[in-house]
């Protein structure tokens, strides 16, 4: 199965301050995606990436798959109080639509 | 756009009763899935549904049934809930390889 591990758990910063977060992969990514979690709250998606080296920005946020397709990694520049949530990064399993893996989550805070 | 639900948003049981969690999406995508999040756990896969009557276990099926007789429906059933079914369970539909989800049901199993 597809492991995913994410870096660091948890993660307090002060509004303003920039910040990464880390999603490793055991194995090649078909693809690699980036979700958002507000407390309580459902999945909101951020990204997809599927090509070795691909980067993508919206807004704040820029995410970069690696050219080996097994660790991607969630940059935000001037972190604001509306970034705060839980950040997840998911792997399908190769096959459109199948089974799909997850990392464990990274909490972010940011201090006003 | 309604996107997809899921009722109730809230629940709480005791152990031994039956449970169904609705899952509705209103894009009719093929692919329908339920994923159970916990702490130390993230989520984790439960069922998925490749399309209406065709269903397939997860990572972790065990005390769960599910069933798929319309597109825009996948409804999840705890047969006799257990205190380790305390969650906050995730439907989530995609078309494609990318995954929509729902607002999530909190369950309490006491």
């Known amino acids: 199965s597809q492991e995913l591990e994410q870096s660091p758990q948890s993660l307090i910063v002060q509004e303003g301050k920039n910040l990464t977060i880390n999603c490793t992969s055991s194995k090649t990514l078909y693809g690699l995606y980036w979700y958002k979690q507000k407390y309580g709250e459902g999945l909101i998606f951020l990204m997809m990436l599927q090509k070795g080296g691909e980067e993508k920005s919206h807004e ?53 | 756009d309604a996107g997809i639900t899921q009722s109730p948003r809230y ?16 894009w009719s995508h093929s692919y329908m899935f339920w994923y159970r999040q916990d702490l130390g756990h993230g989520l984790r896969l439960i069922y998925y549904s490749a399309a209406a009557d065709i269903t397939d276990k997860g990572e972790v099926p065990d005390g769960y ?7 825009e429906n996948f409804p999840l059933t705890l047969e006799s809930a257990t205190r380790s079914q305390t969650s906050v369970y995730f439907c989530a539909s995609s078309e494609g390889r990318k995954q929509y989800f729902g607002p999530g049901t909190r369950l309490t199993v006491t």
Do not use: W
């Open chain 2, 11 to 26: 629940k709480i049981t005791e152990t031994g009763r039956q449970v169904t969690l609705m899952c509705h999406q209103t």
């Open chain 2, 65 to 71: 049934v599910v069933s798929r007789s319309k597109t």
């Open chain 1, 60 to 112: 704040k946020i820029t995410a970069k798959l690696d050219e080996k397709k097994q660790q991607s990694s969630l940059h935000i520049t001037a972190s604001q109080p509306s970034h705060a949530g839980i950040y997840l990064c998911g792997a399908d399993g190769g096959n459109t639509g199948n089974q799909f893996y997850f990392g464990t989550g990274t909490s972010l805070t940011v201090i006003p």
